[in-house]
Each structure stands twice: as C-alpha cells, then as structure tokens.
C-alpha cells in the first residue's frame, strides 16, 4: 500500500506535470511560425542553465572538502556526463548519422532532468515518509509547476526536427518517471557518494547539451531571438523555485 502511494506522488509531481508540459510545447511549436524557432530553442537553453546551476549547487554540497573520494566521483561522474556525450555524439557523426543530431538532444535532455528529478521524489518521499502530509502535497504542487516547464526544454531542444507521439510518450517517461524512482528510494538509507554520482552525471549532460545549442543557434541572424528565449527559460524556472520556496519552504 505505501508503495503505490509513494509511486502515485511521483506521478502526480513528475510524469503528469511533464507530459503536460510536453504536450502544450507541441502545440505551441505547430501554431507559430518558423521564425520562434530561435526562441524555443533559447527557452530550452535556459531552463538547462538553471537547472544545470541548481545541480552544481547540490554537488558542492554533497562532496566533501577533506573528503578527496568525493571529488573523484564528482570530476569522473561530471567527465562521463560532459565529455561522454561529446565522444559519442562524434562517433555517431563519423558514422553519417547526421540527420539524427537534433534528434538525440531533446533524449539527452530528457535524462538530464531525469536525474534531476529524482532528487525531488527524493524530497517528496522524505516528507512522507516523516508524516508531514501538508509538507508533501505542497511539495507535489511546487514540483508539478516547475517540471511543466521542462517540457518546453525538451520539447524546444528540437527546433523544427519532427517528433513523433511515440518520441513524445518516451521523453516523458525518461525525465518524470525517476521522480516516481526518487519518492520509492526515499525508504532506503542512500549513501552521499550514490546521490554526488548521479546529481553530477546529470550537471555534465546539461552543460554538454547546452554548448550544443548555444554553438548551433547563437548567430548573427538569430541572437537577439535566442537570448530573448534564455532570459524567458531562466524566468520560467526561477519563478516556479519561488513559488515552490513560499509553499513549502524547500528549494527547487
């Protein structure tokens, strides 16, 4: 019984707020034109920098300063994250799979927030867990918000690159479902090392895909329209943090 309940939390925070987010980006992507693309794209951008930011916050806080074994985890596991994608995405181009560039990022994207969210079933769980049913549902509404705008980075990361309902089901269940994993796990006693490795995993894919479509967007043409998107993104999620800290005094 506990189990679905903690699963039913994660859902109602992570996967519902997601796909809902996911799919009013849909349907704002169709409706405007060609030219927003820049915009979307810069909205995506600046989500990934907020949130990339936010993870490098709680790495700080999870490696120890006279603990050199964290600092380990922390530089490999953000190597893996960062430069590990960049090796694959070059093996992937020295293979002529070009066309599916654009494709790969909003996935990556989805991980990215994936890993982010799990931290926040963690918190939601813990709350639980605790009895503190006011605390956990207030958690749940802030977290709703603010995972509803991460559809838009997912969704944006792809400019104008067809995605199908199967692609969208998929990055759906990639970036809510680890809330659903977090809410479970909350039960069990997670060491700092395990939670610095994935919070620093997902710091270094975020910064990867951010280079990406900074270095494919930013031009001459269209840096007024992407900048305009970061700021946007940027606003989005510091807004919702904000709602989510005067509700439940917990920090996105």
Request: aromatic share 12%; glycine share 16%.
């Amino acid at each position: 019984r506990r189990m679905l309940d903690l699963i039913g939390l994660g859902i109602l925070a992570g996967v519902i707020p997601l796909y809902l987010g996911i799919g009013l980006a849909f349907l704002i992507r169709r409706s405007l034109p060609r030219s927003w693309e820049s915009g979307l794209i810069g909205v995506a951008t600046g989500v990934l920098i907020y949130l990339f930011f936010d993870l490098m916050h709680e790495s700080v806080e999870l490696t120890g300063v006279r603990d050199p074994l964290s600092w380990v985890l922390f530089l490999g596991s953000f190597w893996l994250g960062f430069l590990g994608l960049a090796l694959l995405e070059e093996r992937q181009l020295g293979k002529g799979r070009r066309d599916s560039r654009m494709l790969t990022l909003p996935y990556v994207i989805a991980l990215g927030m994936g890993f982010h969210n799990l931290g926040e079933g963690l918190a939601i769980g813990a709350s639980y867990a605790g009895g503190e049913w006011a605390l956990s549902w207030l958690l749940i509404t802030g977290f709703a918000l603010h995972n509803g705008t991460e559809g838009f980075g997912i969704v944006g990361a792809a400019g104008q690159t067809p995605l199908s309902i199967r692609d969208a089901a998929v990055l759906g269940f990639l970036g809510g479902a680890p809330t659903c994993l977090g809410t479970v796990l909350s039960g069990f006693s997670l060491s700092p090392a395990f939670s610095l490795v994935w919070v620093a995993l997902a710091a270094g894919s975020l910064l990867y895909v951010v280079v990406v479509l900074v270095a494919m967007t930013y031009t001459p043409s269209r840096k007024i329209a992407m900048a305009g998107g970061v700021w946007a993104g940027i606003t989005f999620m510091f807004l919702t943090a904000m709602f989510l800290t005067l509700v439940g005094g917990h920090r996105s």
